[in-house]
């Protein structure tokens, strides 16, 4: 893998407060997990944030899962960090940790 993707990556993630990577976007997400991932950005009131489509970009498809040693997407990304797929986001929005993090 091109470390010119992992540059691309570092600098989606680092220059975007809120960064998800999906399968399709936020308003065609291409999946379940994917559309799941959005509507719990949207129910915490995250109106704008960073998405980056893996179905139109297989090297970043690739690429992000070896960025986080994640095998699977969607993944989200708060100032830097990887906090998880879909179902850790389900877990944190329902425990309250996902609104603390973002800082609502």
Known sequence: ???DIQ???HEQVSTHPVVLYMKGTPQFP???FSGNAVR???ALGVKDFF???VLQ???IRQG???YANWPTIPQLYINGEFVGGSDIMAEMYQSGELKQLLGN
């Open 30 to 32: 291409q999946c379940g």
């Open 51 to 53: 998405s980056v489509n």
């Open 7 to 9: 540059q691309v990556i």
């Open 1 to 3: 893998m091109s470390q």
């Open 40 to 42: 719990i950005l949207q």
């Open 57 to 59: 970009e297989a090297e």
């Open 64 to 66: 992000i899962k070896d």
